[in-house]
């Protein structure tokens, strides 16, 4: 189907539709016209998105920007440096701090 029809099962304007198409929310399925053709996959995949945003409530926008953190490393590292810096996130332990945690336990404990 087209996007007309199908923002129309959705519940939004096709321009919404288009929205969320740039922000890489939707499956990239075209026809040889290039025109985008939606089918119950799509419209799935989009009603998931919509549910996500609901539960969760964010926009389109920070979603797509959550499943960008979620494929590319660089993002990911990024955004946890900041949780850490910002106090959101505990810095994860490294092996060395962990040992030197349990040898001075163990001195305490003598």
Known sequence: MRITEAAKRLGMSPRMLRYREALGLLPPVR????????????????????????????????????LRALSEPAVAQAVRDLGVRIGRIQAPRRALDFEKEKALRLLRHR
């Open 31 to 66: 026809d040889k016209g290039a025109h985008r053709r939606f089918g119950p996959a799509e419209l799935e995949a989009t009603r998931q998105a919509m549910e996500l945003e609901r539960r969760f409530d964010v926009s389109p926008a920070e979603l797509a920007f959550a």
